[in-house]
Antibody, heavy 122, light 111 residues
Framework: QLQLQESGPGLVKPSETLSLTCTVS??????????WGWIRQPPGKGLEWIGT???????YYNPSFKSRVTKSVDTSKNQFSLKLSTVTAADTAVYYCARQSVSSTYWFFDLWGRGTLVTVSS | QSVLTQPPSVSGAPGQRVTISCTGS?????????VHWYQQPPGTAPKLLIY???NRPSGVPDRFSGSKSGTSASLAISGLQAEDEADYYCQSYDRSLGGSVFGTGTKVTVL
């Protein structure tokens, strides 16, 4: 059974870098049929796509984050990661990783992790 | 940064039918990109409810249905049940963004 699990510090200081890892179990991150994405949700607010990565290393970022975000994939550990630099209180959110199906006409997230709350505070 | 607009809330009595609209533009839904819907009960992660406009993943009741026309899409819930109380989000691809966009979200309340 496929599962995704986010991990990382729950508290990050302003101006520092937020680092999260998503561990995939039950499927290979090298599965050519899927991409892997990060989505966040500030408390009481809606969903916001951050970025997407393919196992080969190809990346797609939301322009709102492009200058601050880095995604990477570690196929040996079946993990992919997110780094968001120079964080502020506005980056406080639940961060989700998800498996993503992609074609010429669609992008959708068919399986999600449980999410991890990251608070930015001194 | 949502570019897909949904009503903030809809409500209905048990057994009734409710619909949620999702309005986009010429760079996303209107450009021919497919629409997908997610259900998020309180305190839980989103779950895929409808994909590629009108397809249900295994395990999703046929009370849920989706449609798409022009620059908009809709989610219908028939035979409303208490367990349907949740937030619902539409999602599509936006070519000006170069990635995914989500709707503003709709809270469904069962009266």
């Amino acid at each position: 059974q496929l599962q995704l699990q986010e991990s990382g510090p729950g508290l990050v200081k302003p101006s520092e870098t937020l680092s999260l890892t998503c561990t995939v179990s039950g499927d290979s991150i090298r599965n050519e049929n899927y991409y892997w994405g990060w989505i966040r949700q500030p408390p009481g607010k809606g969903l916001e796509w951050i970025g997407t990565i393919y196992y080969s290393g190809s990346t797609y970022y939301n322009p709102s984050f492009k200058s601050r975000v880095t995604k990477s994939v570690d196929t040996s550990k079946n993990q992919f990661s997110l780094k968001l630099s120079t964080v502020t209180a506005a980056d406080t959110a639940v961060y989700y990783c998800a498996r993503q199906s992609v074609s010429s006409t669609y992008w959708f997230f068919d399986l999600w992790g449980r999410g991890t709350l990251v608070t930015v505070s001194s | 940064q949502s570019v897909l607009t949904q009503p903030p809330s809809v409500s209905g009595a048990p057994g009734q039918r409710v619909t949620i609209s999702c309005t986009g533009s010429s760079t996303n839904i209107g450009a021919g990109y497919d629409v997908h819907w997610y259900q998020q009960p309180p305190g839980t992660a989103p779950k895929l409810l409808i994909y590629v406009n009108n397809n249900r993943p295994s395990g999703v009741p046929d009370r849920f249905s989706g449609s798409k026309s022009g620059t908009s899409a809709s989610l219908a819930i028939s035979g409303l049940q208490a367990e349907d109380e949740a937030d619902y989000y539409c999602q599509s691809y936006d070519r000006s963004l170069g990635g995914s966009v989500f709707g503003t979200g709709t809270k469904v309340t069962v009266l």
